[in-house]
């Protein structure tokens, strides 16, 4: 038997799965309007070497056409849902293929994404791309 729980664990899970996909086709296209829609206000990047990009700089990246994605593709993904807190976290692998500054900036990446939900919408407030290396050795 399914619980009431379960299903909106479920159902959760889905939406962010959604999310995170419209999240990747808004970035391929360069859809500012729908990434801003996607994102809080207070939303906050951390790139692979720890910089931090709020928002709107983050943004403008796309729109100066310094940042160009040419795919993106999500794996590996854990989601885990805290549906009586509107809250959710989910850590996966990204693939993507892109231009910085016309170099490449191709890899993978670990990425943890924070996400809030308002009724049935819901947004990303932060991401966290980390690179991706074995473990280190035991001392």
């Not at 794996?75 to 490449?104: H, K, M, P, W």
Request: proline share 4%; hydrophobic share 40%; with cysteine.
């Amino acid at each position: 038997m399914t619980t009431s729980d379960q299903q909106a664990v479920s159902v959760t899970t889905d939406e962010i799965t959604e999310l995170l996909e419209r999240f990747a086709e808004a970035q391929r296209l360069s859809d500012l309007d729908t990434l801003s829609k996607l994102l809080t206000d207070d939303f906050k990047l951390v790139g692979p070497l720890g910089f931090v990009v709020p928002k709107h700089p983050w943004l403008e990246q796309f729109r100066a056409g310094t940042l160009q994605i040419e795919s993106l593709e999500w794996d590996e993904v854990d989601i885990r849902t805290y549906a009586c807190a509107n809250f959710a976290i989910a850590i996966g692998r990204l693939s993507q293929v892109a231009t910085y500054a016309q170099r490449r900036s191709d890899g993978q990446f670990r990425v943890t994404v924070i996400a809030i939900g308002h009724g049935t919408t819901w947004q990303l407030t932060g991401a966290h791309y980390s690179a991706i290396a074995p473990p280190g050795r035991a001392q």
